[in-house]
């Protein structure tokens, strides 16, 4: 697949990699010179799949060893319709629900409900629809069981109306039925909270006794809405209820406080339970990996298996990616190990992608699309993985190749896909495909995703678009944090400074609060405006909302100081800083630099070194720009060869070219001329991994 013999991906190639039958836009491109064998080759094979009918499913099909329909017994019939549910495939299911009618054939209640089921699954309403028709012509329509399993069904669709039409028909609703109601609008998700606490106060209005099934979708519904006033007054409700004793109401509770960023409580929930089991685990876990706690995640999973307790697929999927995140390559190895072991899970594909991403993140792609190659059960989430992996590992031709790689496997890109895709084009400066990625996500009706949206705005910016940009964010109808940071990111990409400012401040006369990532892009901008008296007003905001214990927060909050020539502010806040990690030591470091102060920050980058913080790229690419702008050759060629020797970090060209320039200022050319020649190999090295890669 990866073979495929292109030097420079065309355009061409790329319309056609979407669906065969999407036109875009006629272009200034000509297509005189595509007129090659291989796009013929890839024309014709896309034409071939255009005009190729979807086989159709019939009777026969329903039973591969070709027995007569007619001839099987009902219990057989059942099994065959509940295999194909299992397998989520409810529509076949259907052809063999009409024979069944045709033939006056009845079904019985436990075959319908797996099949309601399947549909959820499977977001089929429309079938779920049929299906419903289905136990209206058996006669079943009155079964409570059903009725409770369709108004799950119904309000997980986000088809209130219908829920409600099927409930209020309920001659005797007791706490099964509200659970069914309560259950469809938390698996709906979105802004279906306000739902589920109408139902949730008519029952205590009515005096359902609920009960730990209730409660536990309640506090699920008040986990995705990060509705902490109401969380805490349900738990003093479940106190009072005796209900507290629960497991399966704890973890609910768990990961509601970790979701609402109450790490402390969720802890004491936890540590009240005497008997754990890995669902609670499990909970604690991706807690802790959702609020970046990563080692913390990892320490508890140790302890769940030294109490001996083996992780669940779930577990793994939380964990992979704490793992890729540590660049803890050996333990993730350990992981993929018991993953071999276990067969089961081998054949999951969301822990298949969990995997490929892991690698990636570690650096080691060669391991990754091993993994990804050796899965069976491939599908759009492994692609994406794996295209993410491209994107992280600089190999951000591959990544855009893999939209085609994965539609002649017959994957079709999604949303996730779509959002991957984006920062590439951004990063690469090709807004020609990100045109084309645009008009992909509007024909498939993948706008307004907020995800999307604020994508294809950085994408934009970055290609110097920035009316594009502007007019995205105009166009949206509902904004949130996400897409007002984007608008701003956007602006400073093209050194608006004081436009983002402008939209700084309409975003905090609008209902939506910056979040930590605005928080921190404003004092960035602050910085560079080196406008302090706004910048303490927004330091005044960190503090009120407790950002200041974000790591990025915090380094911003020190260079916007330092860039505002306060250096003082900048250092008294950094020893307010309880526990200083790389970030923030470099961010004083580049304080002390912008400050002028150039031998204090050498200085300090030798202190961080002696504490045994081990600095990052960031780091060395920071204190070697002092270097360069004080003079300091002797301090310049030591910092460099720590970085390539003692930490093993791989330099790039920039750095190089940094030294270079510094050595030939300062007279010392045969240095300078050994470090071109090394930067030469380095150049024919990346020349050499991206002719294979490729």
């Not at 807690?287 to 307790?309: C, D, P, S, T, Y």
């Not at 992909?440 to 994508?455: D, E, G, H, R, T």
């Not at 605005?518 to 602050?526: D, E, F, W």
Request: proline share 3%.
């Amino acid at each position: 697949m990866e073979g495929l013999s292109v030097t420079s991906p065309s355009l061409f190639l790329q319309i056609h990699s979407f669906p065969p039958n999407f036109h875009f836009p006629a272009t200034a491109t000509s297509y005189d010179n595509l007129n090659t064998p291989h796009h013929r080759a890839f024309n014709l094979h896309a034409l071939s799949r255009r005009h190729r009918k979807p086989p159709s499913f019939e009777e026969r099909d329903a039973f591969p060893e070709s027995l007569p329909l007619h001839t099987k017994n009902p219990r057989a019939v059942y099994k065959d319709i509940q295999r194909f549910a299992a397998q989520n495939k409810p529509n076949e299911a259907l052809t063999i629900l009409h024979y069944l009618d045709q033939q006056g054939i009845p079904v019985n209640a436990t075959t319908f409900s797996h099949l309601i089921t399947a549909c959820v699954r499977t977001r089929s309403l429309d079938t779920g629809k049929k299906i419903h028709k289905y136990i209206w012509i058996n006669g079943l329509e009155s079964s409570e069981f059903l009725r409770q399993k369709l108004v799950n069904m119904y309000t997980s669709f986000g088809a209130v109306d219908d829920a409600h039409h099927l409930f209020d028909q309920m001659p005797g609703k007791n706490v099964y039925t509200w659970n069914a109601l309560l259950r469809g609008t938390v698996v709906a998700g979105g802004k279906r909270y306000r739902d589920v606490l109408e139902t949730y106060s008519e029952m205590r209005e009515l005096g359902v006794e609920m009960n730990v099934y209730s409660f536990s979708n309640v506090i699920k519904s008040f986990a995705g809405a990060s509705a902490l006033s109401q969380g805490l007054k349900t738990h003093a409700l479940l106190v009072k209820n005796g209900l507290i004793g629960s497991v399966i109401v704890r973890t609910s509770l768990v990961d509601m406080y970790f979701k609402c960023g109450k790490i402390k409580l969720a802890r004491l929930v936890f540590e009240e339970v005497g008997e754990r089991d890995v669902v609670l685990w499990g909970a604690m876990i991706a807690g802790f990996a959702h609020n970046r706690l990563r080692k913390e995640a990892l320490q508890h999973l140790r302890i769940m298996v030294e109490e001996g307790l083996m992780p669940n697929s779930v577990i793994l999927t939380s964990v992979l990616p704490v793992i890729g995140e540590l660049s803890a390559r050996k333990l993730g190895q350990e992981a993929h190990a018991y993953v071999v072991k276990t067969k089961s899970y081998l054949r999951q594909a969301f822990v298949q992608s969990a995997l490929i991403d892991m690698y990636c993140k570690c650096g080691d792609m060669e391991m990754g699309r091993r993994v990804f190659y050796s899965s069976v059960e491939r599908n759009a989430i492994c692609w994406t993985a794996l295209m993410s992996g491209y994107a992280a590992n600089g190999r951000l031709e591959q990544a855009l190749r893999s939209v085609i790689w994965m539609q002649q496997e017959g994957f079709k890109p999604d949303v996730v896909t779509v959002a991957t895709a984006l920062p590439v084009c951004a990063e690469l400066k090709d807004l020609k495909r990100g045109k084309e990625i645009h008009a992909y996500a509007v024909k498939n009706c993948f706008l307004p995703n907020v995800s999307i949206v604020s994508s294809l705005m950085v994408m934009y910016s970055k290609c110097g678009v920035l009316d594009y940009s502007i007019r995205l964010f105009d166009g949206m109808e509902q904004r949130n944090v996400i897409t007002w940071t984007a608008m701003i990111d956007s602006l400073v990409e093209n050194g608006c400074l004081d436009g983002a400012l402008g939209v700084i401040r309409s975003m905090l006369l609008s209902k939506h609060r910056p979040d930590s990532v605005s928080m921190s892009r404003m004092l960035a901008i602050c910085g560079g405006l080196k406008n302090l008296k706004l910048g303490k007003e927004i330091h005044a905001q960190v503090l009120k909302k407790n950002f200041d214990s974000v790591p990025f927060v915090s380094a911003e909050l020190v260079k916007m100081y330092g860039r505002c020539a306060a250096i003082d502010h900048a250092k008294s806040f950094f020893d307010t800083i309880p526990v200083k990690g790389s970030m923030t030591r470099t961010a004083i470091i580049e304080a002390y630099g912008y400050a002028g102060m150039y031998q204090e920050a050498i200085t300090l980058f030798d202190q961080m070194r002696s504490k045994d913080l081990t600095p990052n790229n960031f780091t060395f690419q920071v204190v070697l720009s002092i270097c360069d702008r004080a003079g300091f050759v002797d301090d310049a060629c030591r910092i460099f060869h720590l970085m390539s020797r003692r930490y093993k970090i791989r330099v790039t060209q920039e750095q190089y070219s940094l030294l270079i320039g510094l050595l030939t200022r300062s007279g010392r050319v045969e240095e300078a001329q050994r470090f071109i020649q090394m930067s030469s190999s380095l150049c024919w090295l990346k020349k050499t991994k991206g002719y294979h890669g490729s």
